[in-house]
C-alpha cells in the first residue's frame, strides 16, 4: 500500500528557533498533503493544506507566517515552525488522500517539543 | 461544519469482554469512514475503512459499521485482549480530496 514517511520522528528545540518537518510519499505522487497537529488528550486538528506548486490554505486561527509549507514536488512538502515557543509543542503529522475509494494514509508523525 | 463524537471518552473492560465504541456526525454527506488505532506517543494505524455505500467492514476481531443516514459508526472489538488498549479514532471524509476530520477517540484499556 502507500506509504508517507514523515521526519524528524522527535525533536527538542530551543524557543525562538525554527523545525522543519518533511513529509514524503513514497510510492505514489501526491498533489495535496494535510497537516495536522495534536496536543495531549486532545484529537487531531487541521492545520493546513498544503498543494503542490501553489499556496498552501490554512486553518481559521493558524498563522500562516508561523507555520510556513512548502510542497514543492509531488513527492515532498515540508512544515517549518518558524520561532518556535513553548506553546508550539505538540504531535505534528501529515496526511495524503488516497485516491478515490482509498483510505487517507498518515506519517508516522513528529513530537516537537520547545524548551 | 462536520463535528465528528466519539462515546465513551475512556472505557475499561476485563480481558475477553466483546465491546462496542461509537462514533457520531452531523454530516450525513460523507465520502467515506476510517477508524485509527493511536498508541500513546505514536502515531496512526489504519484499522477499517467504510467507503458511503457499504454498511460494514470486518478485519480479524473487528467489526465497524455504518448506518449513514443517522450518522453513526460503531466498532466492534471482540474477546479483547491487553494489546488493545489504546485510543480509537473516528475520522470521515466528506469529499474524495478533502481532510479527515476526526473525533476525540475512545482511550480503552483491557485489564489482563
Same mark, same amino acid.
Given at each position: ?12 528545540? /530551543? ?15 501526491? #498533489? ?11 484529537? @487531531? ?9 501553489? /499556496? ?19 513527492? @515532498? ?24 475509494? #482509498? ?13 | ?19 462496542? *465504541? ?21 502515531? +496512526?494505524?489504519?484499522?477499517? *475503512? ?13 467489526? %465497524?459499521? *455504518? ?7 460503531? +466498532?466492534?472489538? %471482540? ?11 473516528? %475520522? ?7 481532510? +479527515? ?10 485489564? %489482563?
Amino acid at each position: 500500500g502507500a506509504v508517507v514517511s514523515q521526519h524528524p520522528s522527535r525533536v527538542i528545540c /530551543k524557543s525562538g528557533t525554527s523545525v522543519k518537518i518533511e513529509c514524503r510519499s513514497l510510492d505514489f505522487q501526491a #498533489t495535496t498533503m494535510f497537516w495536522y497537529r495534536q496536543f495531549p488528550k486532545q484529537s @487531531l486538528m487541521l492545520m493546513a493544506t498544503s498543494n503542490e506548486g501553489s /499556496k498552501a490554505t490554512y486553518e481559521q486561527g493558524v498563522e500562516k507566517d508561523k507555520f510556513l509549507i512548502n510542497h514543492a514536488s509531488l513527492t @515532498l512538502s515540508t512544515l517549518t515552525v518558524t520561532s518556535a515557543h513553548p506553546e508550539d509543542s505538540s504531535f505534528y503529522i501529515c496526511s495524503a488522500p488516497g485516491r478515490r475509494n #482509498t483510505e487517507a494514509f498518515f506519517g508516522q508523525g513528529t513530537r516537537l517539543t520547545v524548551v | 461544519k462536520q463535528e465528528v463524537t466519539q462515546i465513551p471518552a475512556a472505557l475499561s473492560v476485563p480481558e475477553g469482554e466483546n465491546l462496542v *465504541l461509537n462514533c457520531s456526525f452531523t454530516d450525513s454527506a460523507i465520502y467515506n469512514l476510517q477508524w485509527f488505532r493511536q498508541d500513546p506517543g505514536k502515531g +496512526l494505524t489504519s484499522l477499517l *475503512l467504510i467507503q458511503s455505500s457499504q454498511r460494514e467492514q470486518t478485519s480479524g476481531r473487528l467489526n %465497524a459499521s *455504518l448506518d449513514k443516514s443517522s450518522g453513526r459508526s460503531t +466498532l466492534y472489538i %471482540a474477546a479483547s485482549q491487553p494489546g488493545d488498549s489504546a485510543t480509537y479514532l473516528c %475520522a470521515v471524509r466528506s469529499s474524495g480530496n478533502t481532510p +479527515l476530520v476526526f473525533g476525540k477517540g475512545t482511550r480503552l484499556s483491557v485489564i %489482563a
